[in-house]
């Protein structure tokens, strides 16, 4: 995984260009009704979405798998720390965290490893901390294509795996928090300049 986003990013730099994905906006609005301050991003890319939380006064801490996106986020986002990691391989972190925002990280993981990322998200979680994610569903225009990998697992690009969640699906990935919301969220982007619209779920639970 750490050899696709190296390239991936080594050949587009910013793919998503500079702004934030709508599904930030989303979580930002949800966590800013409690007003807590520490905020983890696993998989923080080149750091468009970290960015909008720590202008509105987050402490954030970004891990990144790909150690050239994180050479970007470093001079892109001043404002928040960013550790050259994976949540699944993850380094000794003293802290433990009010919020975590993921965006379309979680469905790149075998299951195995999506349940290791969710247990250790949980664990870097203080008690009544809040999460939010989104990940592909089924509606995706690639669902079903490419190789098959597991259960609604496909390999649409070679080295790149993607798992397309259910809503029954997601909410089983997450039974140990507390389910507040979820839903289908339509995330508009444009890169090589191919504009298309991807159907996300998104989850906002409770631990």
């Known amino acids: 995984m750490k050899s696709y986003w190296n390239r991936r990013f080594e050949l587009e730099e910013k793919i998503w ?11 930002l609005e949800l966590f800013n009704k409690d007003k807590i301050g520490s905020l983890l991003i696993p998989g923080a890319g080149y ?3 970290s960015k909008l939380f720590s202008q509105a ?42 919020l975590i925002y993921c965006f379309n990280v979680l469905h790149l993981f ?5 349940i290791l990322f969710i247990e250790n998200c949980y664990n870097l979680m203080k ?5 939010f994610f989104t990940v592909f569903s089924e509606h995706e225009s690639s669902f079903s ?12 690009k070679p080295g790149r795996p993607v798992h397309y969640f259910s809503e029954k699906d ?9 389910m507040i919301e979820n839903g289908i969220l339509n995330e508009l982007e444009n890169h090589g300049g191919n504009e298309h619209t991807h159907r996300l779920r998104y989850i906002f639970v409770k631990k």
Request: negative net charge.
């Open 145 to 156: 294509k490419g190789k098959k990998i597991e259960e609604n697992t496909y390999e649409s």
């Open 47 to 49: 750091g468009r979405n």
């Open 110 to 114: 075998l299951k195995n490893d999506r």
């Open 57 to 98: 006064g987050y402490k954030v801490v970004g891990l990144e798998i790909s150690d050239y996106a994180c050479n970007i986020a470093k001079s892109f986002d001043l404002d928040t720390l960013f550790i050259n990691a994976s949540i699944t391989n993850i380094p000794l972190l003293n802290e433990r965290f009010n």
């Open 127 to 131: 008690n009544n901390g809040f999460a």
């Open 17 to 27: 260009g500079s702004k934030a994905s709508q599904s930030a906006e989303k979580a």
């Open 170 to 178: 997601l909410i089983e990935h997450f039974e140990s928090f507390s």
